[in-house]
């Protein structure tokens, strides 16, 4: 069984909406979350870490934290075409916040 | 500041031979990370340096790979002999420190096609 798990899409929204991304983890000593956007051919860029419950807001992204349902998901509003991209869900158990478990991706596009 | 510098971008080897990944880090980062994505699969981790001491080789596939870090700066990852299975892209990763609110940088990955 996977320890993260994302809906690999694609999911396609169209340019002025919000974008919902959602990831599930197993249930461990879970740490600290994370969403990466990954362009493609480029290289994982991280764009939102959270850490405890609740809601964690950066511009136009808000992450989202439950623990108790083991579930984190990431909120894109007012998405424009230059979201389109793959969103990468990423985990971290014990002392190592480096140490991550991805996700599949969840692949996105903005439709003008 | 230059970011994480991978290298070669792509290698394209016959099933036998030796490949050597390049990874430079952003100066000043003690912390490093091999990840590999096979296609279809999820990133995963590999192994992570802290200076030049490997602090956690969990996630090594096997003994056909070796990492190394000498002098704490840049890192190679040598796989000998390469299988088809080792193709994937190989991205490297480094930090200052290794703390939740240290931001994880990455490097554009070695696109390795073995035949």
């Known amino acids: 069984q996977k320890e993260v798990e994302q809906n690999s899409g694609p999911l396609s929204v169209p340019e002025g909406a919000i974008a919902s991304l959602n990831c599930t983890y197993s249930d461990r000593v879970s740490q600290s979350f994370f969403w990466y956007r990954q362009y493609s051919g480029k290289s994982p860029e991280l764009i939102m870490s959270i850490y405890s419950n609740g809601d964690k807001e950066d511009g136009r992204f808000t992450a989202q934290l439950n623990k108790a349902s083991q579930y984190v998901s990431l909120l894109i509003r007012d998405s424009q075409p230059s979201d389109s991209a793959t969103y990468l869900c990423a985990v971290s158990w014990g002392t190592s916040y480096g140490k991550l478990t991805f996700g599949q991706g969840t692949i996105l596009t903005v439709h003008p | 500041e230059a970011g994480v510098t991978q290298f070669p971008s792509h290698s394209v080897i016959e099933k036998g031979q030796t490949v050597t990944l390049r990874c430079d880090p952003i100066?000043?980062?003690?912390?490093l990370y091999w990840y590999r994505r096979v296609m279809g699969k999820e990133i995963k981790f590999l192994l992570h340096f802290v200076k030049e001491s490997k602090q956690d080789e969990s996630g090594m596939p096997n003994n056909r790979f070796l990492a190394e870090r000498t002098g704490g700066t840049y890192s190679t990852l040598k796989v000998q002999p390469a299988e088809l299975e080792d193709s994937g892209v190989y991205f490297c990763?480094?930090?200052?420190?290794?703390?939740?609110?240290?931001?994880?940088?990455f490097g554009s990955g070695t696109q390795l096609s073995v035949l």
């Open positions: 100066s000043g980062h003690d912390n």
């Open positions: 990763a480094s930090s200052r420190l290794d703390r939740g609110n240290e931001k994880l940088f």
